[in-house]
């Protein structure tokens, strides 16, 4: 199946920090979403992003499809940007990374 | 609307036990799907379903069954639980023609002992 890497694996912010989160893929990325999941256990559907670049608030992704990685980049982070995030090939089948623990401290 | 809710949402279960993992989304989507979350790990798909009555495997199957009946519950089956199928199991579901755009319930974690 398709390999997914993330970095960095941890990492821990001052608010208002901004950060960039890296997905690699072992194959040519057809489809890509990126996830979050809160302290809590709950996950949410943040883009789906198989190619360009796409915006949602502080938030936004890009996607080099031919160069197989995507970015998440967060702005001026919050606490409640805290926990983890996940890219996935999605396809036929869906491939998760292990994700980027970010932890954003006041 | 109450999305995707899943129960338990926790269970210990000795080794060699059986259960059964429920699900229930009342958006009306076409796709459902379960997951399993080893601690520190990603989510891997075990099972799909793009309809009632039609349901496929996903990356790791073995030991679970799956039944769509109807369009609203997607139940997960664990015949003979082993220690090794201690996680956390994620359901969610998508619409028709936005298979991407997946909803998640809470998750049940599970305990093999």
């Known amino acids: 199946g398709i390999q997914v890497e993330q970095s960095p694996p941890d990492l821990i912010l001052q608010e208002g920090a901004n950060s960039t989160l890296r997905c690699n893929f072992s194959d040519s990325v057809n489809n890509l979403q990126w996830f979050h999941q809160n302290p809590w256990g709950q996950l949410i559907n943040l883009f789906y992003i198989p190619s360009g670049t796409k915006q949602n608030g502080r938030l936004s992704a890009t996607t080099v499809a031919t160069e197989r990685y995507s970015l998440l980049y967060i702005s001026s982070s919050q606490t409640t940007d805290s926990g983890v995030y996940f890219c996935?090939?999605?396809?036929?089948?869906?491939?998760f990374g292990t994700g980027t623990s970010l932890t954003v401290i006041p | 609307n109450a999305g995707v809710t899943q129960t338990p949402k926790f269970r210990i279960l000795k080794i060699g036990q059986s259960m059964t993992l429920q699900c229930t989304q009342d958006?009306?989507?076409?796709?459902m799907y379960w997951y399993r979350q080893d601690p520190g790990m990603g989510l891997k798909l075990i099972y799909y379903s793009v309809g009632a009555g039609i349901t496929d495997k996903g990356e790791v199957p073995n030991g679970y069954n799956v039944s769509r009946s109807t369009t609203e519950d997607f139940p997960l089956r664990l015949e003979l639980a082993a220690p090794s199928q201690t996680s956390v199991y994620f359901c969610a579901s998508s619409p028709l023609g936005s298979m991407y755009e997946q909803y998640f319930g809470p998750g049940t974690r599970l305990t093999v002992t």
């Open positions: 996935a090939y999605t396809g036929n089948q869906f491939y």
């Open positions: 958006m009306n989507h076409n796709y």
